[in-house]
């Protein structure tokens, strides 16, 4: 009995959960905390390898593929987080205004972005040294850091 009332809601929980996502009636709020989550992931899977590939930290090929992977998934959670509701939050974001006045060049920021990761994981199955650390930096320069001068406010 007891088990069966905790499964109904065990169902209910997750009901809701969907029904949100559905109706995309996410506060704003929690969009900008997700968003700025899934970046934070970014930086806590890119930074060691972009370490590595600058020579600061010891290379290591299995990093480096398990992380290009991450990323490679973790590149396509923070967009919808930018959604037009998150526009005039109260809370902090460093989101610019330009996310959303010239969203056709945020839109090319995220894929040059993501196209960058995916040269870096090919890179990766290569076993190329040299090539494996100029894909990495690339995703630094061409990715986080493009995006990141033009849509996101310096501190
Ligand atoms: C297409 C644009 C874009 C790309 C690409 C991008 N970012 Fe961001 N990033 C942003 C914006 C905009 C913010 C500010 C979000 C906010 O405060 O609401 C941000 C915020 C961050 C933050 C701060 C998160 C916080 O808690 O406030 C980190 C860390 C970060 N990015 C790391 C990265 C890394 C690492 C990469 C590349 C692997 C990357 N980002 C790629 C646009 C981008």
Known sequence: MKKRLLLAGFALALGAGYTLTAFSQV????????????????GKYFGPIAGMAQGKIPYSADVIARNAAYLDVLNKMPWDGFAESTKDVTVKTAALPAIW??????????????????????????????SIKSAILEVGKGGCGNCHQNFRQKD
């Open 101 to 130: 006045s010239e969203p056709a060049k945020f839109k090319e920021a995220q894929e040059k972005f993501q196209s960058a990761v995916s040269r870096l994981v090919a890179a990766t199955k290569t076993g190329d040294e040299a």
């Open 27 to 42: 506060k704003p709020e929690i969009l900008v905390k997700q968003r700025q989550a899934a970046m934070t992931l970014q």
